[in-house]
Structures are given as structure tokens and as C-alpha cells.
């Protein structure tokens, strides 16, 4: 038996479409042997063709390192939306209540968070993280004032923090 062009052809053929060793040595008949069929594959370099189990286990790896790179890292939204607490008017604003003020004070909608404020603060705890992060000096005086036009004393500690 010879390895005509012919048959070297169909062998790749064959074993491009993924035939056993043994099917392949049935359709090239004449006598060929499945271990001819290895050897002649192997001598054409066929032989790294993939079992399907193994294909089967590359896909899986593939699909699994490839997931991380299709789902990029979502991006951390820095700004918070605003918090406006319970939006109680200044006349309804009582001790314990939350003092971090929204709007303009000249206007009617201007109004208090009005949750219930740290022990020792004038803010709830989303406003204290808030008043401490603020940096702007307008903003800082802002604060103050409103916490002086409610009545309150003061806080010296939250000066203190935010100076
Ligand atoms: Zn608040």
C-alpha cells in the first residue's frame, strides 16, 4: 500500500474532520491499518489534532479566563447622589434632628435633612461623613450659618474637624 497524493489528500481531509484513526483506515481501505493511519499522520504532523475531551476541557478554560476580560471592572461612581434626608422645613426642625441644609434659605423649599442626628453632632451620619469631607471654605461657612440660624450652639468639635 502507498500513500498516493491522492490518499494523503482524504487522509487529511478525514482527519480534519475530526474521523477516528480507524474510520479513516476503513475509507482509505486496501488494507490500511489504523496504526498506519496514526503513523502517516504523525509523519504529516496531524497528530496534535485534539480529542474531543480535550477540546471540550480547552473551550471550558477559555470560557472561564475569557469571562473576567468580557466584563470589564465596573467603574466606582464617586459622586453620591444628594441626600436630602427627610426635607423638614426649619420650623419643624427639633433637637436630634439632622441640620445639614438643602437649597437656598431665601426660598420656601429650603430644608433640613432632619434625620436623627449623631450623638454630639448636629448631622446625621451620611452629613457628618459630609461635613467632614468638606473642603470648600464657602461651603464650610454655609454650614455654620445655618446651624447658627436653627438655633443651635455651635458645635465645636465639628469646627475643629472641619478647619
Ligand atoms: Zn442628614
Sequence with gaps: MSWSDDRVALLKRLWGEGKTAAEIAKQLGEGVTRNAVIGKAHRLKLSSRLSPIQQNVKTNKKVKSD???????RRVVSKEPIFKGKEIKMEDLRDKMCRWPHGDPQNDDFTFCGCD???GLPYCETHARLAYQ???RARELNAKDFVADAGAPVDLEIKTAVS
Excluded at 469571562?67 to 471592572?73: F, I, L
Design 117 to 119: 442626628s449623631m450623638e
Design 134 to 136: 468638606v473642603t470648600s
Design 67 to 73: 469571562n473576567p476580560a468580557a466584563t470589564p471592572p
